[in-house]
């Protein structure tokens, strides 16, 4: 009884809060940006080139608050449990959308708990060997894993991770299973890549490019649909010789579920401006990422995106066997 | 030539006013939050992190790495005067630095601490100027297989690090492995021991459990016997290491650079191995191996030594390779992106000033905490006599702001608590700490490399053999193994152990 008389109490001061925030000028006070992995990181950079263009905009501070661990889940979930009153905003990768198929016994529902504000970025990842491998390009590659599948050694950052997601693709086009060297990380990964203790992986561009620049590691093709600004000459994988194998590494920014409409339609506009903001785009082009056309860096689209991602990548993780939980 | 106008060129930058002005500013928030349990490097720099997007990326770069390494000096202060290491490389100051703390001798324990990281500083600083490249080049060539085998002989020197019985010690040793164990797998991200709670997937961190079995055990056994501690502060007798002590410490110095300085290049855990690693080689090589663990100047000269200059040489890696070798170098190599840089093996060429400015700067930055840390001695010794109603609550509070900083999640603060009971229980058994905790760091790493390794040979055992890197540290192992269990050898243990 007191339990429902406190909840009571405690809705009723939310109620009251959000409605006098609403009446208030919003944003009244820090916005808080949950990012679901360490500091430092790519998909911290990203949160926080974002974070710091959008506070500009919307003429407030934002602050991004690291809440990692199980594969961004941790964060999710603390986002699920805060105020919507658009004081509490998430950020995170593609990885929201194969969390789902990943961990069966997640607390929340990657759809319906979230209110989609929009769409950040598509990220480019690589594929990438080590230097003295002998395949010269994407149709030798696949030649010599087809003759040699029992000894090659596929590298990945960790169960879940984007470079995992990629190789998990990889080998379902081929329609066969290689031996996979799971790392803790893409630095350790990188790392062995570039002593050549591993043979080849993919992984984002944030991590390669510059070792591909300086001729440490091969790299074969892009998984991007169309190649990219910071290494034009690199083919896409599509044309490489795999047709139909694209892997964006997307960020996209949500709410609580209940965010009222308007906050959330202020972040959205509040996002596509910040986009556009040329020193964003040029860290972005660093990372050999891109912002997000401002169509979609909208709650509809991100919607839209989500869907299809789950639906996507839930049977390729299911046929794979993998679980992260 | 080159490398005199290289050096040149680092001086023209790091002399400037403004960043002269950063990198004191960096090692002196270093110092502060390295004085302050829990409260680590990487949770400040996070912190700092937005701040650093408004500076120039050479300025932002000191500062930061300042905060780095000014931490490793500080980071022995709560350890020796409180018996709260606040980071992982200070796990091993603490066992003697705390013993010469109670015997009166702390400003003794902190000057010695100060000086030997100067030493190693400087000349880690000068190893990295000249020989950054190829030590990462060499680094590299440590794949899985070395790794695995470096930490079997890792493991078998924390034995050494017990001072009671060994039947306990190896118990302490299986207790941090087990312990080691919680968290999801990395190759199948099976969970296991994590009954369902999310917090635990990624395992439990060390920081939670030093700071658990060390600090807040150490506050329970204190608050028990009340009399304990006034009598510590009427003992504090010299600040400054004596004609004697000098002697004793100048070959721990030296050793405890070099193996500092060669573990912090690998990637991985290189800093805390380096101290403890130091620790055991000191207390097997010196004449006083008695008095380890009874408050032996070497028992802090050594690894203190040896963790700072791991953190200097840890920066081979990132500014070599852009590849991060702990937590702080990853954000480091995330305020480079933020500034536009792009982290890689392209740096040294591309940026000339900001890769010779930044080890410029760091010799600097040593000599500066040397002046900062030398005469805060005497106040420091200080805090130890404030009364303990008074140190102990500041202490607690401390650990939980410390601790929740980490991931902000209150779970890692409740852990830390349980921990503390548990290492309370430990003390009353008569069983150490710190074996479990180097068993508790080495374990997953050791588990990880093993089946990587295994992997890549397609399960095949005889590779930790067939690399030579790796056969030498196997055969070195085993050597240990052999010496240690002949009798003669055994009765000799036992003697230095049971006095």
């Not at chain 1, 329609?175 to 984002?204: H, R, S």
């Not at chain 2, 490399?449 to 890197?469: E, N, T, V």
Request: proline content about 6%.
């Amino acid at each position: 009884m007191i339990h429902r008389i406190s909840r009571l109490l405690v809705s009723a001061l939310v109620f009251l809060g959000a409605a006098q925030a609403y009446a208030e000028q919003y944003p009244a006070k820090v916005i808080t940006i949950i990012v679901p992995f360490a500091a430092g990181g790519p998909s911290d950079t990203i949160a926080r080139l974002t974070a710091q263009a959008m506070g500009t905009i919307l003429k407030g501070t934002m602050i991004v608050e690291n809440v990692a661990g199980a594969g961004g889940t941790i964060g999710a979930a603390r986002l699920t449990q805060a105020k919507p009153d658009g004081y509490t905003l998430f950020i995170h990768h593609i990885g929201h959308a194969t969390a789902p198929a990943l961990y069966r016994k997640l607390s929340y529902d990657a759809m319906s708990d979230f209110e989609p504000v929009g769409l950040i970025n598509d990220g480019a990842m690589t594929f990438v060997a080590r230097k003295d491998f002998p395949a010269k390009d994407l149709k030798e590659l696949l030649a010599y894993v087809a003759a040699n599948k029992d000894k090659v050694n596929m590298a990945n950052a960790g169960v879940g991770s984007a470079s995992h997601l990629c190789g998990m693709l990889f080998m379902s086009a081929l329609k066969t299973d290689l031996t996979t060297i799971p790392y803790k990380g893409t630095g350790p990964a990188m790392n062995d890549l570039l002593g050549g203790q591993v043979d080849f992986m993919c992984d984002q561009t944030t991590n390669t490019t510059s070792h591909i620049k300086a001729g440490k590691i091969k790299v074969y093709g892009v998984t991007t649909p169309k190649r990219i600004a910071s290494m034009p000459e690199v083919p896409t994988m599509n044309e490489a010789g795999m047709p139909n194998f694209t892997v964006t590494v997307w960020h996209a920014l949500y709410a609580p579920k209940g965010t009222p409409k308007a906050i959330v339609d202020q972040l959205s506009k509040a996002l596509q401006d910040a986009l556009k903001d040329p020193t964003l785009k040029q860290r972005f082009a660093d990372l050999g990422s891109e912002p997000v056309a401002q169509e979609r860096a909208t709650p509809e689209a991100l919607r839209v995106q989500l869907k299809s991602e789950i639906e996507k990548w839930g049977p390729i993780i299911k046929n794979a066997g993998v679980f992260a939980d | 030539m080159g490398l005199i106008d290289n050096i040149g060129l680092g001086f023209s930058v790091a002399l400037s006013a403004i960043n002269l002005l950063y990198c004191l500013a960096g090692v002196f928030l270093g110092t502060l939050i390295g004085v302050l349990p829990g409260l680590g490097p990487t949770a400040t720099i996070a912190m700092l992190l937005p701040v650093t997007f408004t500076l120039p990326p050479v300025s932002a770069l000191i500062m930061l790495s300042g905060i780095y390494y000014g931490s490793q000096y500080g980071g022995s202060t709560t350890s020796i005067l409180v018996n709260v290491p606040g980071e992982a490389a200070s796990v091993v100051t603490a066992l003697d630095g705390y013993q010469m703390a109670l015997k009166g001798r702390a400003g003794v324990a902190l000057a010695t601490a100060a000086i030997g990281s100067f030493f190693a500083g400087t000349v880690a600083t000068v190893i990295l100027a000249l020989f950054a490249p190829p030590l990462a080049e060499i680094a590299l060539k440590f794949g899985p297989a070395e790794f695995f085998s470096l930490m079997v002989l890792g493991l078998l020197a924390s034995l050494v690090l017990a001072r009671g019985s060994l039947l306990h010690a190896t118990g302490m040793v299986v207790l941090g492995l087990l312990l080691g164990l919680v968290g999801a797998d990395v190759n199948t991200g099976t969970q296991r021991y994590t009954f369902g709670i999310p917090q635990l997937a990624d395992g439990i961190g060390f920081v939670v459990v030093a700071m658990g079995m060390f600090g807040l055990a150490e506050v329970i056994r204190n608050l028990e016997n009340e009399d304990d501690r006034p009598t510590i502060i009427s003992k504090i007798t010299t600040l400054m290491p004596t004609k004697e002590d000098w002697k004793r410490i100048i070959g721990p110095i030296l050793r405890g650079t070099a193996i500092g300085s060669a573990l912090g290049i690998l990637p991985g855990s290189g800093s805390i191995l380096g101290s403890f690693a130091a620790y055991a080689i000191e207390k097997k090589v010196s004449k006083n191996s008695a008095e380890f663990g009874k408050g032996a100047i070497e028992g802090v000269a050594a690894p203190e030594s040896a963790n700072n200059a791991g953190a200097q040489t840890s920066f081979i890696p990132m500014l070599t390779l852009g590849i991060p070798s702990n937590p702080v170098m990853a954000l480091m190599i995330g305020a480079m992106v933020i500034q536009g840089i792009q982290p890689g093996p392209s740096v040294i060429t591309e940026q000339p000033a900001l890769f010779w400015g930044i080890i410029v700067s760091m010799w600097i930055g040593n000599l500066f905490l040397v002046i900062l840390n030398l005469p805060m001695v005497g106040m420091w010794v200080k805090i130890v006599s404030v009364p303990y109603q008074y140190l102990f609550p500041a202490i607690l509070v401390f650990c939980g702001i410390g601790v929740f900083s980490l991931n902000n999640t209150e779970f890692d603060v409740y852990l830390m608590a349980l921990f503390g009971l548990v290492g309370y229980i430990f003390v009353k058994l008569d069983c150490e700490p710190a074996p479990m905790l180097l068993a508790f760091i080495l374990g997953p790493m050791m588990e990880e490399y093993m089946r990587r390794a295994l992997l890549l040979s397609r399960g095949d055992p005889m590779i930790f053999l067939q690399r030579p890197i790796s056969a030498t540290m196997l055969a070195l192992a085993a050597l240990a193994i052999i010496v240690a269990s002949l009798p003669m050898f055994y009765k000799k243990r036992e003697e230095t152990f049971r006095e």
